[in-house]
C-alpha cells in the first residue's frame, strides 16, 4: 500500500475514529487530552499559553498573562487599527473584513506586531542592559529584516511619539495590581521607564509592557507578535459591530465635520439611495 502524506507537527496529534480516518476520536496537544483533561480543567488562557510554549503555565504566569490580555483586549476606538475595524463596520462589510481591517493596522509599526516583536527581540538580545536599551532607541532602524515588507521605523519602537508622559492606564498596567516585582522583566520597565521618557522625550506605550510581558512569559518575538493580534481582536470585533448597528449617520467625519473647499459642481446624475437612508 503506498504511504499516505502526512502533515508533521510537534504541537498536536489525531487518534482517528475506528471506523472513519477523516474524524478524530481523540486530540492531543503537546502531550494533553484536549477533551479528556483540558476541557473543564484549564481556562481559555491556559490552553492558549499551552499552543504558543507546549507547557502548562504556573499560577503566576497565568495572572500575568490574563493582566495583560485585559490590558491589550480593547484600546477603544482612539486606536487606529480599532478605527480600521469599525470603518469597515459602519460600510457593512462582512465579520472577517472588519477583522482583516484591523489586522492590516495593527500588524506595523505604530504600536503593532512588527513593533512589538522588534521588543521582545531586544529584550533577548539585550535583557536589562540600559545602555544597549538607550542605543537600541536611537538607531531603531540599524538591523533590519524583511525591508520588502516593513517601513524603517519613524520613532522610537514602544514610545508614543505625540505625548511625553506615559498614561495612567499605562502606569497601572505596569504595576500589575501592586505585583509588578513579582515579575522582573516588568519590574525593571517599571523602575527605569522614566529614564526611557527622559532619554526619548516620549511617552512608554502600552506595547513595551506588553513586550515585557511577553519576555517574562517565554514567548519568541513571532509567538509574541501573533499572540498579541489574537489577543487585540475582541475589541476590533464589538467595536465594528457596534459601528455597523448605529449606521454611518452616526458615525463622525460626516454632516458638520466635512467642509468642501473645492467644490467639483454637478458631476452627473447620482443614483437613488433613498432605501438606504430609511
Known amino acids: 500500500m503506498e504511504e499516505v502524506p502526512s502533515f508533521k507537527t510537534s504541537i498536536w496529534q489525531d487518534i482517528p475514529e475506528d471506523d472513519n480516518a477523516f474524524v478524530a476520536k481523540q486530540s492531543v496537544c503537546h502531550g494533553y ?3 479528556g483533561d483540558v476541557l473543564g480543567n484549564a481556562t ?3 490552553y492558549l499559553m499551552m499552543l504558543f510554549t ?4 504556573s499560577q503566576e504566569q497565568v495572572y500575568l498573562f490574563d493582566c495583560m490580555a485585559v490590558a491589550l483586549g480593547n484600546a477603544g476606538p482612539r486606536d487606529l487599527a480599532i478605527r480600521a475595524a469599525m470603518n469597515s463596520g459602519v460600510g457593512g462589510a462582512p465579520a472577517a473584513a472588519n ?3 484591523f489586522l492590516s493596522v495593527a500588524a506595523g509599526n505604530y504600536e503593532g506586531g512588527h513593533e512589538l516583536h522588534y521588543l521582545v527581540s531586544c529584550f533577548k538580545q539585550f535583557h536589562f542592559q540600559e545602555e544597549k536599551w538607550l542605543e537600541a532607541f536611537k538607531n531603531p532602524n540599524q538591523s533590519r529584516l524583511r ?3 516593513w517601513e524603517k521605523f519613524e520613532h522610537p519602537p514602544g514610545f508614543l511619539p505625540h505625548a511625553s508622559k506615559t498614561s495612567a492606564i499605562t502606569l497601572k498596567f505596569m504595576d500589575l495590581r501592586g505585583k509588578s516585582g513579582s515579575y522582573p522583566a516588568v519590574n525593571w520597565l517599571h523602575k527605569y521607564y522614566p529614564d526611557f521618557e527622559e532619554a526619548t522625550g516620549m511617552a512608554v506605550s502600552t506595547n513595551f509592557v506588553a513586550a515585557a510581558c511577553f519576555y517574562e512569559l517565554g514567548f519568541s518575538p513571532e509567538q509574541a507578535e501573533l499572540c498579541s493580534l489574537i489577543i487585540r481582536l475582541p475589541g476590533a470585533a464589538v467595536h465594528s459591530l457596534e459601528a455597523k448597528n448605529q449606521g454611518w449617520k452616526q458615525f463622525p467625519f460626516f454632516g458638520k465635520q466635512t467642509e468642501l473647499t473645492s467644490d467639483p459642481g454637478v458631476v452627473g446624475p447620482l443614483p437613488d ?6
Open 33 to 35: 487530552d484536549v477533551f
Open 44 to 46: 481559555f488562557s491556559e
Open 54 to 57: 507546549g507547557n502548562k503555565p
Open 99 to 101: 477583522l482583516m481591517s
Open 147 to 149: 525591508e520588502d515588507i
Open 273 to 278: 439611495v433613498s432605501e438606504y437612508l430609511k
